[in-house]
């Protein structure tokens, strides 16, 4: 073998090695946990997502004028159930899909608490799809275990005590629909 293609065989190798490298440091990052971000409290102030770690976290993308708003009931109850476990259900406000919650941070926080009782965290309003989603919109929706597009008001993320994504369910799965209560159940008793 010359010392030419010799050359060039180390450089491809080398080449190829970092190029591994990086995909692996691709895969990592794609194993992200909720733990990283944070979203606009409804009071305006920045809550940071790692104020959750050892607990479990129902995300829903929430609007006031939606067919599935009762769903505010539901989740409501799901979270008085099982907040002394762990359980946080956290409300994220978005006016994506149908402008089905044009109210400000404030009228959504009094719709919530006068007509559905709601105690749990609500976030302030955000988008999530297009240009301004958050970033942590983006990485469920693009990077994390159960990616692909928000398509409608009251999609649920469950998430686990160390940020990861357990699992995901559409709008018309109520959250005290049997199988989101037993994953909430088991992730509960998890370590």
Known sequence: MSTRTMAWAVTVAALACCAGAQGVRAEEKKVASIHEFSLKGNDGKDQKFDQYKGKVV?????ASK??????????????????????????VPCNDFGGQEPGTDLEIKQFCSTKFNVTFPLMSKVHVQGAET?????????????????????????????????????????????????AIEDALKAK
């Open 66 to 91: 939606c067919g599935y708003t009762p769903q505010y009931k539901q989740l409501e109850a799901v979270y008085a159930k099982y907040k002394d476990q762990g359980l946080v259900v956290v409300g």
């Open 58 to 62: 129902l995300l829903v993308n929430v």
């Open 134 to 182: 958050p970033p942590l919109y983006k990485y469920l929706t693009a990077d994390s275990p159960k990616p692909g597009k928000i398509k409608w008001n009251f999609e649920k993320f469950l998430i686990g005590k160390h940020g990861e994504v357990l699992d995901r369910y559409e709008s018309k799965i109520k959250p005290d629909d049997p199988a989101v209560t037993k």
